[in-house]
């Protein structure tokens, strides 16, 4: 995990660095600690993974609102559908009611 030049990284370096991005999107105590104990060390170019930790932070945020949109819309098109069966049916059983009269 500990690399030598986090020091040195620049914002797409971290954004490059698959541990960095797993312990963003999947965060554990342990990587929280190591990323904690890397900045306090001063071990590592805080601004830049500041600007990175940012960075996926908004990223997420937009694909979860673009998830919970696309979800939004998926539930509204299965009670239109629903709401259109429904219909389509009660017209049915009524045009069959009026030929029985």
Do not use: C
Not at 58 to 73: A, P, W
């Amino acid at each position: 995990m500990l690399k030598d030049n986090y020091k040195t990284y620049q914002l797409l370096d971290f954004l490059n660095d698959d541990y960095f991005i797993s312990s963003l999107l999947y965060p554990t105590a342990e990587s929280e600690l190591y990323w904690k104990q890397l900045v306090e060390a001063k071990k590592i170019n805080e601004k830049a993974f500041n600007e990175a930790v940012d960075f996926i932070k908004r990223l997420k945020k937009e694909t979860q609102e673009i998830t919970d949109m696309q979800n939004l819309i998926l539930w509204e098109r299965i009670q239109r559908s629903i709401t259109t069966e429904g219909n389509k049916k009660r017209t049915e059983n009524n045009k069959r009611n009026i030929n029985h009269i």
